[in-house]
Nanobody
Framework: QVQLVESGGGLVQPGGSLRLSCGASGIIFSTHVMGWYRQAPGKQRELVAT???????NYSDSVKGRFTISRDNAKNTVYLQMNSLKPDDTAVYYC????????WGQGTQVTVSS
């Protein structure tokens, strides 16, 4: 059974940075396109960044130039480096594969506030 465990969230001031991590088990991690999603209060979950097995990346317009997704296939882990954070980035962040998703993990809360 697939298990996804996100960590690294917290409270940060506008302009600050955070690095999120997501460990995966129960899958052949390296073969999947992985993504970071987020869900803000009252809004639908959105996909903000993806990375292929070979490291090609893609970003939503809302985070392009500020967020960087990366992966370590040997550690079954995907990361999201978030810089220049804005209050609009406040959300619960989740990782999952792109497309047909597995069961969701618990997510990690990111709050951007002064």
């Amino acid at each position: 059974q697939v298990q996804l465990v996100e960590s690294g969230g917290g409270l940060v001031q506008p302009g600050g940075s955070l690095r999120l991590s997501c460990g995966a088990s129960g899958i052949i991690f390296s073969t999947h396109v992985m993504g970071w999603y987020r869900q803000a209060p009252g809004k639908q979950r959105e996909l903000v960044a993806t990375i292929t097995s070979l490291g090609s990346t893609n970003y939503s317009d809302s985070v392009k130039g500020r967020f960087t997704i990366s992966r370590d296939n040997a550690k079954n882990t995907v990361y999201l480096q978030m810089n220049s954070l804005k209050p609009d980035d406040t959300a619960v962040y989740y990782c999952n594969r792109k497309g047909v998703t597995w069961n969701w993990g618990q997510g990690t809360q990111v709050t951007v506030s002064s």
